[in-house]
């Protein structure tokens, strides 16, 4: 099956700074790649997700890219804020047929320093 | 819209006891499911579903059953609870065909989660 691992386990940076988060995935056959992001107490929420026919996508402060050769995928976020600080975790979604579960990272935990 | 809801939010067992947690989703999502969260190991599935009435299993399920009585609701039991399962519960949903508050999407919409503790 699919196995997604995530660097690194934690991440801290300076205001203003920025944070990457790296994911690898083995399946050559996944096709969709979320970012989740929880906040102490709270389940996961969506983020930010790309799909395998885009290289690149980006929302704001937040953008993700995709190797697909590599079988890799990237979180980036600039200009990071205090209110970034939380858990983030990387998932891909395997082909297998009426199957729509996502195989998670370990997860990162970011901690944003004022 | 509510979204996704657990019940309940902290549970302490005893070894060997049973509980059942409920999930519930007024999305009108086709698919429902079960992940466990324990330090240092992100989220892994335990059970999931693909519709009413179906079942199927996840990366984790001993210990486990669940069922899909009902299309927004998706109930995890416990038979004989151990150490071992202790651990944090989220339920999650996603795929709603068309005709509900979601559009077609891949993206799993999760519940604030259950806070299990076996002694």
Known sequence: GENVEQHPSTLSVQEGDSAVIKCTYSDSASNYFPWYKQELGKGPQLIIDIRSNVGEKKDQRIAVTLNKTAKHFSLHITETQPEDSAVYFCAAKPLATGRRALTFGSGTRLQVQP | ?119
């Open chain 2, 1 to 119: 819209n509510a979204g996704v809801t657990q019940t309940p939010k902290f549970r302490v067992l005893k070894t060997g006891q049973s509980m059942t947690l409920l999930c519930a989703q007024d999305m009108n999502h086709e698919y429902m499911y079960w992940y466990r969260q324990d330090p240092g190991m992100g989220l892994r599935l335990i059970h999931y579903s693909v519709g009413e009435g179906t079942t199927a299993k996840g990366e984790v399920p001993d210990g486990y059953n669940v069922s899909r009585l009902k299309k927004q609701n998706f109930l995890l039991g416990l038979e004989s609870a151990a150490p071992s399962q202790t651990s944090v519960y989220f339920c999650a949903s996603s795929y709603d065909r068309g005709g509900g508050p979601a559009p077609f999407t891949d993206t799993q919409y999760f519940g604030p989660g259950t806070r299990l503790t076996v002694l």
